[in-house]
């Protein structure tokens, strides 16, 4: 439970996370204070060595690091790259505590081993409340979290928080403890002592004796000397990469047709069959009867399975195998759900919100009294707003490779969680995880989707029963139709002023809450008396965490809410927001950054006006204003502002682009994201219905950043979503009155 | 079977004449940067030239490339792997995210900025808006697109440094 | 300091996805149509076969990623083609056409269907189809006369 009893003596609300701060710190000042952060016991490369640096010349130095004759740097990289610029800016990490040339660094995907789950990521999608622990725990739990997090698969990509915690408390250890060891290395065979020789560009000087060398040359000895699991980091002053824009390394890749996604895998030395696939129209729902009599006579078709609970085609090219699939006539079992249509879905939120009244439901945060404020308040305003399902929709669609043969069993996919793929296909087709190994490749888009493995067990099933090397695709529709969501949800709003128009008391009540805990609570702001509660409602369709998460309907809620209530007090509404701000003073810089680039508090041109929104997620303060033109009586998006505070940005280009691409997913969901439900089953299917924001829609987009200081480094894939539909509804009130309460908005004004 | 020529070289493909053209360089001439993302020509990740004009190959069957010329995104740079002023753009501007999109993207600028070498915004608009980005990289891609036209100057190191 | 390690709601989502399929049905039923290595029997438009209307339906596949052709069916990308043999050009109802297809006072026959579908742009300017003209003479006949065989005197 997010306790919002206030503690004045901390500098922000958000006191619970004043603690994960300390660690941050401890890092950021580069001081000895690293306490018990995780690199491997020992230096255990004789295992991996095989694994990752097999090559000829090629020289593990530490699990993270290999070096090669070339004096080319290889940084491995235990999380997935699926544009958010991960492999590179980690690798930039590693690189500048290492003193690497970054020209000569290459980046490398870590295989999918227990060896590369990091404690701190473990702990962070385990159990977060450890990141707060103090700092005698830290050892324990950072020791439990390696073993721990290596049992419960947890090598995962999410949550904004590659940097963060594998960036921070692995990769730079890593790169720092590397360079001590190469100076070890140097300091023995040269006879000199330690302290004098420098380190610059992938090269070991020793001016006094005149000796110097490439790491090349020292990498083996390297591997050999002792290493400090506490090695001391970089001061911000020090820093020569970080917190530099330097071009990602797997850009040149990208733009010329060679990166390999998932789909694009071609196993050496196999040759493929390929599969298409048909899923239960509604959710749960099985096969009872298939007719493949025309199936059976198109060209390249080799087998038809019916698999129960989903059915596929294999053939010789994935087209063949679609055409046909598209012919098989398969009749499903009955669904029990009640829901068949999205009024049906909204029907059970209301019930459940209904039976939880003004005071019902489980307590996810309080302070003071909201329902006796709430009846003394000289003005109350109450709302209730609807948020859709929504689609990830990557534009590489899932797909998967597998190889079942001789007890063993390989996978070629793009995957945020690598070993809990495995061990889903392990207890899927009945081969030890030991025996299973997945490659991964680049991701074409996630956006969380691919936190779910239940595509890898599928191929898996199908190379099983056919014993071929089987690429399977899902086609646009099925990635539609036939996956997992962001919830839809319904959450009643209430909020009592005082006669000076200021926030007094504020309660809501909704049905979902997922992760993260703190999403649904506007802590951020200074309300005397809050309520947030939650009466459980099921979903018919399955829940999938979707870029933001929880962040991507409360966002829109509460933002959208205390826009209502500033309307209500006759106030602006940015300088409302700061009114409530008092003891949030890197929230109260970003909002006023905000306004000056936006010009906020100029008039706007005739049927135009702004919109703004602020939200913390994933350790980031963004703000955004958004215009809208209004003239044409449809919404037109001609500008956005943001200013976002992560702490310490590690690549501010980078950066940037992660927020530009938040804030275009973000305002794409909110223009068109909707899926309807006819009979229980997803009616949009492809692009044409489940429409996407394209250039000749998207707003131009302006991203300032602030480095607030010594505050822990906060991410940037997630925390450029959520307040972008807030500041557009509240932008399109501005301009004509309307509060719009639901989402999507495009079909409201045609 | 059809044959023409794939990025210079004549080709064959051994296939029904109606495999659309991107299943046919994916699969049979081992060519991956052209990309499947709907199979409806609404997304134009697997934009390639046909006679130098950019179609949607999942939609376009290898019959009607009977006797023509084909480039796909492996087509692009030059013969010593030279990057295109396009590509290079892309390259200074740091516009890929994910990258899945991009070679569709690239493959409709080229043929924009053949047509027109200084295009409007409303140009871009019109030539760009058949390639969607899930990533959102829209903003970079427009100003890859001025850059490699001349009409912007590229992105350097520095502008981007230090908040 | 709580002691008992709380899953966050992220993990536990993961979590629950991957229990969710651990109870996979075995295979239920399994259709060898041919083994891989076989010689795969080719299939060419006009190949050895008479019937026109079954050569048209394959054919037609290349369509089907945006055209169904079933009576009263929802129309997908776009509109559903049966009844459209002899159906006024940009008629079905349900169907959001180009101005090119709305505005049109004709009325589908197989000849004009032949002169679209050789070159849709050609033909209509304007048309929102810029994919799936189909080249091949022997294959738009096929289709034409699949479609024209779909066709039922209500339309739609």
Not at chain 1, 536 to 552: I, K, T
Not at chain 1, 705 to 730: K, M
Not at chain 2, 101 to 112: E, H, N, Y
């Amino acid at each position: 439970m997010n306790d919002l009893s206030p503690d004045e003596k901390k500098p922000s609300k958000l006191a619970k996370w004043s603690r994960r701060g300390f660690i941050g710190a401890g890092v950021l000042a580069g001081g000895g204070l690293l306490i018990g952060i995780g690199v491997r016991p020992g230096n255990p490369i004789g295992a991996l060595g095989p694994k990752v640096a097999a090559g000829a010349g090629e020289q593990l130095v530490n699990s993270w690091v290999k070096i090669d004759t070339d004096n080319i740097v290889t940084a491995i990289v235990p999380h997935c790259e699926m544009g958010q610029g991960a492999h590179s800016v980690l690798a930039q990490m590693l690189a500048d505590e290492l003193d690497a040339s970054w020209d000569n660094v290459r980046v490398m995907q870590a295989p999918a081993d227990g060896s590369y789950v990091v404690s701190d990521t473990a702990r962070m999608f385990a159990a977060p409340f450890t990141l707060n622990a103090a700092d005698w725990l830290e050892p324990t739990w950072d020791g439990l979290f390696t073993q721990l997090g290596k049992s419960m698969d947890l090598l995962i990509t999410g949550g904004s928080s590659s940097i963060r915690t594998t960036g921070q408390h692995q990769m730079r250890i890593a790169g720092a403890a590397a360079r001590q060891m190469l100076i070890g290395a140097a300091a023995d065979a040269w006879e000199v002592p330690a302290e004098e020789i420098a380190t610059r560009d992938s090269m070991l000087v020793h001016e006094a004796s005149g000796n110097s060398a490439p790491y090349s040359e020292f990498a083996s000895a390297a591997a050999d000397q002792p290493m400090d699991h506490t090695p001391t980091l970089k001061t911000r002053d020090q820093y020569r990469l970080m917190g530099r824009s330097k071009a990602r390394t797997d850009i040149p890749a990208k733009i010329n047709g060679t990166a390999e996604f998932g789909i694009d895998a071609v196993p050496d030395g196999l040759e493929l069959s390929y599969a298409a696939v048909v899923r239960p129209p509604v959710p749960g729902t099985t096969v009872t009867s298939m007719d493949a009599n025309r199936a059976e006579g198109m060209s390249g078709v080799l087998q038809i399975l019916n698999m129960g609970n989903f059915v596929a085609v294999v053939a010789d090219s994935y087209w063949q195998a679609q055409q046909a699939m598209n012919t098989v006539g398969i009749e499903w079992s009955q669904s029990e759900s009640p829901v068949k249509t999205m009024d049906d879905q909204f029907a059970v939120f209301a019930s459940a919100l209904d039976g939880a009244g003004d005071t019902g439901g489980d307590q996810a945060a309080a302070r003071g009294d909201a329902p006796g404020a709430l009846a003394d308040a000289a003005t109350t305003i109450d709302a209730e707003y609807r948020a859709p399902y929504l689609a990830h929709a990557p534009m590489e669609p899932l797909n998967c490779t597998a190889h079942v043969a001789d007890g063993k069993c390989d996978i070629w996919t793009s995957t945020q969680v690598p070993l809990m793929a495995r061990s889903e296909v392990a207890s899927t087709i009945g081969i030890g995880a030991d025996d299973i190994t997945i490659h991964q490749q680049y991701l074409g888009g996630a956006f969380g989707r691919r936190l779910g493995s239940e595509y890898v067990a599928m191929a898996a099933r199908v190379a099983q029963a056919t014993g071929y090397p089987v690429k399977m695709i899902w086609s646009r529709e099925e990635d539609t139709q036939k996956a997992l969501y962001r919830c839809a949800d319904m959450s009643r709003m209430r909020a009592g002023l005082d006669e000076s128009g200021a926030l007094v008391a504020y309660d809501s009540v909704f049905t979902q809450r997922h992760d993260p805990a703190e999403a649904c609570v506007p802590a951020m702001y200074d309300i005397a008396n809050t309520s947030v509660r939650v009466a459980e409602a099921e979903l018919h369709l399955p829940f999938q965490a979707w870029r933001s998460v929880d962040h991507s309907q409360q966002g829109f809620f509460i933002e959208s809410f205390i826009d209502e209530a500033a309307a209500a007090a006759g106030a602006d509404p940015l300088d409302y927001r700061l009114s409530m701000l008092t003891n949030a003073p890197r929230h109260t810089a970003v909002l006023e950054k905000l306004a000056e680039i936006s010009n906020w508090r100029e008039p706007s041109a005739e049927g135009t006006a702004k919109g703004v929104a602020i939200v913390e997620s994933f350790g980031t303060i963004v703000a955004e204003v958004i215009e809208v033109d209004m003239t044409s009586g449809k919404p037109v998006l001609t500008n956005c502002w943001a200013v976002c505070d992560a702490g310490y940005v590690m690549n501010p280009d980078g950066f940037r682009n992660q927020i530009e691409g938040g804030i275009v997913f973000g305002l794409t969901a909110a223009m068109y994201g909707e899926l309807e439900l006819e009979d229980g089953a997803i009616v949009q299917s492809n692009f044409h219905d489940y429409k996407m924001l394209r250039m000749n829609e998207v707003p131009n987009i302006e991203v300032a950043l602030i480095n607030s200081g010594d505050v822990p480094v906060g991410g940037a894939g997630e925390p450029g979503l959520p307040p972008a539909a807030p500041a557009l509804t509240n932008a399109i009130f501005a301009a004509t009155g309307t509060r719009l309460r639901e989402l999507p908005i495009a079909k409201q004004f045609v | 079977m059809a044959s023409f020529i794939l990025n210079g070289e004549p080709i064959t493909i051994d296939a029904d004449p109606s495999m659309p053209i991107l299943w046919a360089v994916r699969e049979k001439a081992g060519l991956s940067g052209t990309k499947f993302g709907c199979g409806i020509a609404q997304c134009g990740a697997c934009t390639v030239h046909l006679d130098g004009q950019p179609v949607r190959s999942c939609s376009t069957a290898i019959s009607q490339a009977e006797g023509r010329e084909v480039t796909t995104i492996e087509g692009v740079a030059g013969p010593d792997g030279e990057l295109s002023k396009v590509q290079q753009a892309w390259v200074s501007e740091q516009v890929p995210q994910c990258g899945y999109c991009q070679s569709g993207q690239i493959m409709s600028a080229t043929a924009l900025l053949r047509d027109n070498p200084s295009p409007s915004d409303a140009d871009i608009d019109a030539a760009m808006s058949g390639n969607i980005c899930r990533c959102g990289t829209y903003t970079r891609i427009r100003r890859a697109i001025k850059v490699a036209a001349g009409i912007e100057q590229p992105r350097t190191e520095q502008a981007g440094e230090e908040a | 300091m709580r002691n008992r390690v709380i899953l966050a709601a992220g993990l536990l989502t993961v979590m629950v996805t991957a229990c969710g399929s651990t109870e996979q049905p075995a295979v239920v039923e399994q259709i060898v149509v041919r083994d891989r290595g076989e010689a795969a029997p080719v299939v060419e438009a006009g190949a050895g076969t008479t019937d026109l209307i079954a050569m048209g339906e394959d054919a037609f596949q290349v369509c089907a990623g945006c055209h169904v052709v079933e009576a009263g069916a929802r129309s997908t990308a776009g509109p559903n083609l049966f009844g459209v043999v002899g159906r006024k050009i940009g008629g079905l109802e349900s169907y959001s056409y180009s101005d090119a297809l709305a505005g049109s006072e004709l009325t589908w026959d197989e000849a004009n269907l032949d002169e679209f579908l050789a070159d849709p742009a050609g033909y209509l300017p304007g048309t929102d189809m810029l994919a799936g003209a189909v080249r091949d003479e022997e294959a738009r006949a096929a289709i034409i006369a699949y479609l024209a065989n779909q066709s039922s005197p209500s339309g739609e």
